[in-house]
C-alpha cells in the first residue's frame, strides 16, 4: 500500500525502473497511485495501487438503520455526490414497491443534472491542468461553485446534500429557486464561448491530448468501460435513455458521441454532455411550476422502519459512467448487505492499466485524468 | 418484447435446474446451481449478446453456512439485464472465475477474495488489492464484529491531552453519555450489550453535559 520508494530504482541489470506517481499527485483526482516500470520515458507497466481511502462503506451500512445510511452514500465520490443518494433511494424505494411522487422525480432529475454539471466543470479544470494549463481549472473550480450556491439554496450542503430519502426529497424548493437556475445555465451558456477559446479549440490542448490513451470499441466494451469514457469511442449508451430510471423518458435529450476514443475525445464528450445537461434543465425549469403534489410518499417511523425482504439493482448513469447500488434485505430494521458498483473501479484500474502500458510518463497523468476516475469507488 | 422474450427464455431453459424470474421492465434474475453457472453466462454472453459484466456481488448468509454470488449482466442490444445468482459453500469458499469471458471479473474476484474470502480459481490476481496491511479474517464476512474489533483494538480514553483536560476541568470534555444520544434506540441497537457493559466500565464519564 504505502510506497516502497520515492525515488526511481533501477530494476537489476537492465535500463528499466521503477518509480510511484501519487498517492497525492496534481493529476489525480484524488488518492490512487500507478506504480510504474519504466524504459527511458516509456511505460513498461502501469499497476493500479488503491486502497488509500477505504472507509468500509459497504460494512458501515451493514451496521447502520436505513435512514443514517443517507448520511454515508454522498461521500463515496465527493465529485459528484448526488447519484449515490439517488440509486441508494431508488433500490430501496424497488425492494419496499414505493414510487417517489412525479414532482420528486422531477426534483431528483434536476439534482442529477446540475451535480453532472459541477462535476464535469471540475473534470475540464483538472483535465488541462494535467497539460500544464491552469487557467481552466481556476475557471472551471469558479464556475463550479455557482452551481453549489445552488445546491445550497435547495438542499442546505454545499457539496454533499444528503437531500434524497427513499420516498421522495426531503424539502420542497424555496421560492425564486427556478428563476435563479434559469439564470445561472444562461451564465454557463453565456461561458461557452470563453471555454472553446480557452481550451476546447485551443491548439496547445488539443494536440497534447490528440491520440493519447487511444481505448478502441472492442476493448472498451472487454474492459466494462461506461459513461464519457465509452462515448468517446462511438457507443452512444446512457443509462438515462437506455434503463430509464425516474422520468428520463420523458426528456428531450441528446447523447454526444466521438469516434476516436482518445483523451481529446473523451473530455469533448463532456462538453457536450455538459450543454445536453442544461437542455434538460431547461425543460426541468419548464415542467416543475405544473406539476403539483406531495414530494414525499410517506415511509414508517425511521427509528422502526424495517424493509421488507427482498433485493434490487438500481443503475443510474452518473458523470463518470453507471453507477449502480446492489441492495440486499433481510427483512431487518439495516440494509443486509449493500454493494456499490462504482464506474471507476473498472477505469481506474484495468483499464488505466492497459491504456499506460507504451505510453509516455508526461502523458501518464493526463490519461489518468481524461478517464475521470473518482478513487472512492475504488476503495469504498 | 414477447419475442425478445420468448427468445430469452429458450437460450435459458437449456441450463440444468435454472429458475427465471421476471423481475420487472429490463430485470431477469435467475438462480442456478454454482456447476451450471459458467455454462449459462457463456450461453448468454455467445448467444444473446449480454456482454457487458456490470458486477459481482457476494452476499454472506451465514445461517445458511453459504456465500450467494450475483451476477449482473447487461445486454446493450437487448437492453435487460440479467442477474444471474448462485450459492457455494461457506467453509470450502471456493469457485471458478469468470474472466475468460468477463474481463472485469478481475477487478469484482479480487475484491471479494478480500473482503470475503472467496477463492476463484483461475482469476489472474488473487491477492490483496486495498487490505493490503491487514492480516485478520476478511472483513466483510458476518462473523467479523468491526464494533467489537474497534472496542479490542483501539482505547479512546487514553487519549486525554491537556486541552480537554482543561476543557474538563472547567465542567466541559466529553460528557456525552452514550444513552444520551438523541437516537440513542439504535446506537443501543448497534451495540451489543456486551459491548455496552465494556464501554461504561471503561468510558470516562465526565461532569457537566447535563446535570
Redesign the interface.
Known amino acids: 500500500m504505502r510506497p516502497e520508494n520515492y525515488q526511481a530504482v533501477q530494476l537489476g541489470e537492465s535500463n528499466e525502473y521503477e518509480i510511484f506517481i501519487g498517492p497525492n499527485h496534481p493529476g489525480i483526482e484524488g488518492n490512487y497511485a500507478l506504480k510504474l516500470v519504466l524504459d527511458g520515458d516509456i511505460v513498461v507497466k502501469g499497476t493500479t495501487d488503491a486502497g488509500y481511502l477505504h472507509r468500509g462503506f459497504e460494512k458501515l451500512m451493514e451496521g447502520r438503520l436505513w435512514i443514517q445510511n443517507l448520511a454515508i452514500v454522498p461521500r463515496i465520490c465527493v465529485p459528484d455526490p448526488a447519484p449515490m443518494e439517488v440509486s441508494y433511494s431508488l433500490a430501496v424505494e424497488e425492494i419496499m414497491g414505493i414510487e417517489a411522487p412525479i414532482r420528486a422525480q422531477w426534483i431528483r432529475v434536476m439534482q442529477l443534472e446540475l451535480s453532472r454539471v459541477a462535476a464535469h466543470l471540475f473534470t475540464f479544470g483538472g483535465h488541462a491542468a494535467t497539460t500544464g494549463m491552469y487557467t481552466p481549472m481556476y475557471w472551471g473550480v469558479a464556475d463550479r461553485d455557482l452551481v453549489l450556491d445552488l445546491f445550497e439554496d435547495f438542499t442546505g450542503g454545499r457539496v454533499y446534500s444528503i437531500y434524497n430519502i427513499p420516498g421522495g426529497v426531503r424539502r420542497e424548493l424555496p421560492n425564486g429557486f427556478l428563476e435563479k437556475l434559469s439564470n445561472l445555465l444562461d451564465y454557463l451558456e453565456s461561458r461557452q464561448n470563453d471555454y472553446d477559446n480557452l481550451l476546447f479549440t485551443n491548439q496547445i490542448f488539443v494536440q497534447r491530448a490528440k491520440g493519447v490513451g487511444i481505448l478502441s470499441k472492442e476493448d472498451a466494451l472487454d474492459y466494462g468501460v461506461t459513461g464519457p469514457n465509452l462515448r468517446a469511442c462511438g457507443l452512444a449508451f446512457d443509462v438515462r435513455r437506455d434503463d430509464p430510471y425516474l422520468v428520463y423518458d420523458q426528456l428531450d435529450f441528446d447523447i454526444p458521441t466521438q469516434q476516436a476514443g482518445d483523451a481529446w475525445a473523451r473530455i469533448l464528450v463532456r462538453r457536450d454532455e455538459l450543454f445536453q445537461s442544461i437542455r434538460i434543465l431547461r425543460q426541468v425549469i419548464e415542467k416543475l411550476p405544473t406539476i403539483k403534489g406531495p414530494i414525499r410518499t410517506p415511509i414508517p417511523n425511521p427509528l422502526s422502519w424495517n424493509v421488507r425482504a427482498g433485493e434490487a439493482y438500481a443503475r443510474v448513469e452518473s458523470s463518470k459512467g453507471e453507477l449502480a447500488y446492489y441492495v440486499v434485505s433481510d427483512g431487518g430494521d439495516k440494509p443486509y448487505r449493500v454493494h456499490v458498483r462504482g464506474p471507476s473501479s473498472m477505469h481506474a484500474v484495468q483499464t488505466l492499466e492497459y491504456l499506460a502500458k507504451g505510453a509516455r510518463l508526461e502523458d501518464v497523468a493526463q490519461i489518468m485524468f481524461s478517464l475521470d476516475a473518482c478513487p472512492p469507488e475504488v476503495d469504498r | 418484447m414477447n419475442d425478445l422474450n420468448n427468445k430469452l427464455n429458450d437460450i435459458l431453459s437449456r441450463v440444468n435446474g435454472i429458475k427465471i424470474t421476471h423481475k420487472r421492465n ?2 431477469v434474475r435467475v438462480d442456478v446451481p454454482a456447476d451450471s453457472l459458467t455454462t449459462l453466462l457463456e450461453l448468454i454472453k455467445g448467444q444473446a449478446s449480454y ?5 459481482i ?1 457476494c ?2 448468509w451465514i445461517k445458511d453456512n453459504e456465500f450467494e454470488l ?1 451476477y ?1 449482466v ?1 445486454s ?1 442490444e437487448e ?1 435487460c ?1 440479467i ?1 444471474a445468482h448462485t450459492r457455494i459453500d461457506r467453509d470450502e469458499a471456493k469457485f471458478v472465475s469468470v474472466y475468460d469471458l ?3 471479473a ?2 469484482f474476484e479480487r ?1 471479494i477474495y478480500e ?1 470475503y474470502g472467496v477463492f476463484f480459481i483461475g482469476s489472474p490476481r488473487m491477492e490483496k ?5 491487514w492480516h485478520g479474517m476478511p ?2 464476512r458476518k462473523d467479523f464484529d ?2 467489537a474489533y474497534v472496542q479490542e483494538t483501539f482505547n479512546w480514553t487514553e487519549y486525554n491531552p491537556d486541552w480537554l483536560q482543561e476543557l474538563t476541568d472547567q465542567g466541559g470534555g466529553i460528557a456525552i453519555k452514550p444513552e444520551d444520544i438523541r ?1 440513542s ?2 446506537l443501543h ?2 451495540a451489543t450489550h456486551r459491548q455496552r457493559d465494556k464501554l461504561k466500565a471503561t468510558q470516562k464519564v465526565g461532569k457537566g453535559w447535563k446535570s
Open positions: 429490463r430485470r456482454v457487458h459484466l456490470s458486477a456481488t452476499v454472506d450475483v449482473h447487461w446493450y437492453n439485464l442477474s468477463y474481463k472485469p478481475d477487478f475484491d473482503m488489492f486495498i487490505l493490503t496491511e472483513p466483510m468491526s464494533e437516537l434506540g439504535c441497537n448497534m
